[in-house]
C-alpha cells in the first residue's frame, strides 16, 4: 500500500523515529511505499539535505530488502517564502523526481516551524512557482493561523473549522489567480466546509486538486480528543467527521494518508501534536471493510490513486485482510497508541 503522508523524524529526532524503524513498522502493517514530509530537524529545505534524506531512506530500502520487504522511500521538499529558495526547491524535484515526490507548505505553523503565514506571502509562492513552470504535486497543510483561539480551552477549538476552511479557500483562490500549473492538494482535510470549497473548485475546473484523509479524521471526533489523542488539524465535531467518511464513499476524498507524527510519551505531555499512524490506516481500513466498500475503492484509496496522482510508476502492494497481529504490531513499536481507548 502507499503511504503519502509521513514524518519519520530521524536526525536530531531520532529519539521519536528514525527512518529505517519507519519503513519497518510500515512495512508489517502492509505498506511499502512512503512520502516523508520535510518539517524535519534540520529541515528539508535544501539540496544538500535532500540528498542526505535520500540516503537514509536508500539505506533503510536496502537494509529491509534482506528481510524480502519491497520498499519505497520518497521525500518532499519544504518550501519557504524566500523565492532563490524555491528555485532552488524546483530544481531539485526536477533533477531527482521521483525520489523527490513533490513539494510542501506550511500555511500555518505546526510541528517544525515551517509555517508561511497570510494569503498573500503564500500568494507569491504560487507565481513563483508558476514563473519557474512547475508541475508537480503541491502538498499544502491548510489552517489559517489568523483565525486561531488561543485562549479556548481545548485543542480543537484553538484552532477551529474556519481556519481549515479559509485556508483551503486562499490556497484555492491563490492557485486559481496564479495560473498554477501544477497539483494543488489539501493534506488531511478535516472538515465538511473544506470539502465544499475543493468541490467547487473541481466544477469550475481551472487548477487540479485533490485532497488526503487521515484515519483520525475518518474514525474520531473532538469527543476524543486528549492530550494523547491531539494532532494539527485537530479533531472535528461529529458532522465534520461523518462528512468526511461519506467524501471516502463519493470519491471526493482521493486517498487516505495516515499523517504518521511520532512523539515521546514525555513531549505529549508537554503538548506535542501528532500520533502514530499505521494503526489508524488499518483500522480504516476494517472499518470502510465493514460498511461494504468495494475492494476497488480500497486499492484506489490506499493503494494506486496517489501514486497516479504524482506520476510515480511503482507497484503498491494489495489492500491486504487486516489481522489482529498486523494491528498489535504496529500499536507495540511506539510509546502509547491514540487508538487504545477503546472507542472503535
Same mark, same amino acid.
Given at each position: 500500500?502507499?503511504?503519502?503522508?509521513?514524518?519519520?523524524?530521524?536526525?536530531?529526532?531520532?529519539?521519536? =523515529?528514525?527512518?529505517?524503524? /519507519?519503513?519497518?513498522?510500515?512495512?508489517?502493517?502492509?505498506?511499502?511505499?512512503?512520502?516523508?514530509?520535510?518539517?524535519?530537524?534540520?529541515?528539508?529545505?535544501?539540496?544538500?539535505?535532500?540528498?542526505?534524506?535520500?540516503?537514509?531512506?536508500?539505506?533503510?530500502? *536496502?537494509?529491509?530488502?534482506?528481510?524480502? %520487504?519491497?520498499?519505497?522511500?520518497?521525500? %518532499?521538499?519544504?518550501?519557504? #517564502?524566500?523565492?532563490?529558495?524555491?528555485?532552488?526547491?524546483?530544481?531539485? %524535484?526536477?533533477?531527482?523526481?521521483?525520489?523527490?515526490?513533490?513539494?510542501?507548505?506550511?500555511? !500555518?505553523? !505546526?510541528?517544525?516551524?515551517?509555517?508561511?503565514?497570510?494569503?498573500?506571502?503564500?500568494?507569491?509562492? %504560487?507565481?513563483?512557482?508558476?514563473?519557474?513552470?512547475?508541475?508537480?504535486?503541491?502538498?499544502?497543510?491548510?489552517?489559517?493561523?489568523?483565525?486561531?483561539?488561543?485562549?479556548?480551552?481545548?485543542?480543537?477549538?484553538?484552532?477551529?473549522?474556519?481556519?481549515?476552511?479559509?485556508?483551503?479557500?486562499?490556497?484555492?483562490?491563490?492557485? =486559481?489567480?496564479?495560473?498554477? *500549473?501544477?497539483?494543488?492538494?489539501?493534506?488531511?482535510?478535516?472538515?465538511? /466546509?473544506?470539502?465544499?470549497?475543493?468541490?467547487?473548485?473541481?466544477?469550475?475546473?481551472?487548477?487540479?486538486?485533490?485532497?488526503?484523509?487521515?484515519?483520525?479524521?475518518?474514525?474520531?471526533?473532538?469527543?476524543? =480528543?486528549?492530550?494523547?489523542?491531539?494532532?494539527?488539524?485537530?479533531?472535528?465535531?461529529?458532522?465534520?467527521?461523518?462528512?468526511?467518511?461519506?467524501?471516502?464513499?463519493?470519491?471526493?476524498?482521493?486517498?487516505?494518508?495516515?499523517?504518521?507524527?511520532?512523539?515521546?510519551?514525555?513531549?505529549?505531555?508537554?503538548?506535542?501534536?501528532?500520533?502514530?499512524?499505521?494503526?489508524?490506516?488499518?483500522?480504516?481500513?476494517?472499518?470502510?471493510?465493514?460498511?461494504?466498500?468495494?475492494?476497488?475503492?480500497? *486499492?484506489?484509496?490506499?493503494?494506486?490513486?496517489?501514486?497516479?496522482?504524482?506520476?510515480?510508476?511503482?507497484?503498491?502492494?494489495?489492500?491486504?485482510?487486516?489481522?489482529? =497481529?498486523?494491528?498489535?504490531?504496529?500499536? #507495540?513499536?511506539?510509546?502509547? !497508541?491514540?487508538?487504545?481507548? /477503546?472507542?472503535?
Amino acid at each position: 500500500m502507499t503511504d503519502a503522508h509521513v514524518h519519520f523524524r530521524d536526525w536530531n529526532q531520532k529519539n521519536k =523515529e528514525t527512518v529505517m524503524h /519507519g519503513m519497518l513498522t510500515g512495512a508489517k502493517a502492509g505498506f511499502n511505499v512512503f512520502f516523508d514530509m520535510p518539517n524535519t530537524n534540520p529541515p528539508v529545505t535544501s539540496r544538500d539535505v535532500a540528498l542526505n534524506r535520500l540516503e537514509l531512506g536508500a539505506e533503510a530500502e *536496502k537494509q529491509l530488502g534482506k528481510f524480502g %520487504y519491497d520498499v519505497h522511500y520518497h521525500t %518532499y521538499l519544504g518550501l519557504t #517564502s524566500c523565492k532563490d529558495q524555491i528555485r532552488e526547491m524546483v530544481m531539485t %524535484y526536477n533533477d531527482l523526481f521521483p525520489a523527490v515526490c513533490g513539494l510542501k507548505m506550511f500555511a !500555518s505553523q !505546526s510541528t517544525g516551524n515551517m509555517g508561511i503565514i497570510g494569503k498573500e506571502i503564500q500568494f507569491e509562492i %504560487y507565481r513563483t512557482l508558476t514563473e519557474l513552470d512547475y508541475r508537480g504535486i503541491l502538498a499544502v497543510h491548510c489552517e489559517k493561523e489568523e483565525l486561531f483561539c488561543p485562549d479556548m480551552t481545548s485543542h480543537c477549538m484553538k484552532r477551529p473549522p474556519e481556519s481549515e476552511i479559509q485556508s483551503v479557500r486562499d490556497q484555492i483562490s491563490n492557485a =486559481e489567480n496564479a495560473g498554477f *500549473k501544477g497539483t494543488l492538494h489539501i493534506a488531511h482535510i478535516s472538515t465538511e /466546509g473544506a470539502l465544499a470549497e475543493v468541490k467547487k473548485a473541481r466544477e469550475r475546473g481551472i487548477i487540479r486538486i485533490t485532497c488526503g484523509a487521515t484515519p483520525h479524521h475518518i474514525l474520531l471526533n473532538s469527543d476524543s =480528543e486528549t492530550e494523547i489523542v491531539k494532532m494539527n488539524p485537530p479533531l472535528r465535531p461529529e458532522s465534520d467527521r461523518l462528512a468526511v467518511w461519506h467524501a471516502l464513499f463519493d470519491g471526493t476524498i482521493n486517498w487516505v494518508e495516515s499523517d504518521h507524527a511520532p512523539h515521546t510519551l514525555e513531549e505529549k505531555q508537554k503538548g506535542a501534536s501528532g500520533i502514530p499512524g499505521f494503526e489508524g490506516m488499518l483500522l480504516t481500513i476494517q472499518a470502510l471493510r465493514v460498511a461494504k466498500m468495494s475492494e476497488e475503492r480500497l *486499492k484506489e484509496l490506499f493503494c494506486t490513486n496517489a501514486l497516479k496522482a504524482f506520476g510515480i510508476d511503482e507497484k503498491s502492494s494489495p489492500v491486504p485482510e487486516v489481522t489482529q =497481529e498486523m494491528i498489535s504490531s504496529s500499536r #507495540s513499536a511506539y510509546p502509547f !497508541s491514540a487508538w487504545r481507548s /477503546g472507542i472503535l
